[in-house]
T-cell receptor, first 116, second 112 residues
Framework: DGGITQSPKYLFRKEGQNVTLSCEQNLNHDAMYWYRQDPGQGLRLIYYSQIVNDFQKGDIAEGYSVSREKKESFPLTVTSAQKNPTAFYLCASSIDPPTGVKDTQYFGPGTRLTVL | DAKTTQPPSMDCAEGRAANLPCNHSTISGNEYVYWYRQIHSQGPQYIIH???NNETNEMASLIITEDRKSSTLILPHATLRDTAVYYCIVRFRMDSSYKLIFGSGTRLLVRP
């Protein structure tokens, strides 16, 4: 059963702590993305990766870091430098990189992070 | 850069067609129109996309005007499960990469 998984669904952390959100896909997609969604708002792009060992900043990369050591995994670390980390975080993937023909993005179920 | 305008909310009766409009008057020739929907507290679900021609799949139909300045997503027989926020997105090109710009969307309520 192919798809994108994110874990955990809910995550609570104390202020000042780094936290890593997991995103795994078994769709054999080359590209992966991280978005942030705040209540009542649309999605904003944090980082994206077109291929293994490569990633680019999106619109709101400050305070976040990513890695892409394996094709199927794209973890996001929310660092203490992120001023307002409480949000709903969504991971997505696409067959091709953003400039490709098959670049429709498919989303995971999301992780709701609350910083106390 | 192209942006989209959607009504903030709409409603329709269960079993009837839901027609969701979207304006994208500054769209350029090589930009696609994508539609996603998001049910509360879940990840967005891809629905359909198109460039110039009308498109249909098992979920919906997409009607794009000839001048490409607007489009309509049609859910032919809406069910209660179609209640969600629907996003109309133009694929925006920046620095040789394409990104999806999500706006506020249209909140569709399907009434029993």
């Amino acid at each position: 059963d192919g798809g994108i998984t994110q874990s955990p669904k809910y995550l609570f952390r104390k202020e000042g702590q780094n936290v890593t959100l997991s995103c795994e896909q078994n769709l054999n997609h080359d590209a992966m993305y991280w978005y942030r969604q705040d209540p009542g708002q649309g999605l904003r792009l944090i980082y994206y990766s077109q291929i293994v060992n490569d990633f680019q900043k999106g619109d709101i990369a400050e305070g976040y870091s990513v890695s892409r050591e394996k094709k199927e995994s794209f973890p996001l670390t929310v660092t203490s430098a992120q001023k307002n980390p409480t949000a709903f975080y969504l991971c997505a993937s696409s067959i091709d990189p953003p400039t490709g023909v098959k670049d429709t993005q498919y989303f995971g179920p999301g992780t709701r992070l609350t910083v106390l | 850069d192209a942006k989209t305008t959607q009504p903030p909310s709409m409603d329709c009766a269960e079993g009837r067609a839901a027609n969701l409009p979207c304006n994208h008057s500054t769209i350029s020739g090589n930009e696609y129109v994508y539609w996603y929907r998001q049910i509360h507290s879940q990840g967005p679900q891809y629905i359909i996309h198109g460039l110039k021609n009308n498109e249909t799949n098992e979920m919906a139909s997409l009607i794009i005007t000839e001048d490409r300045k607007s489009s309509t997503l049609i859910l032919p027989h809406a069910t209660l499960r179609d209640t969600a926020v629907y996003y109309c997105i133009v694929r925006f090109r920046m620095d040789s990469s394409y990104k999806l710009i999500f706006g506020s969307g249209t909140r569709l309520l399907v009434r029993p």
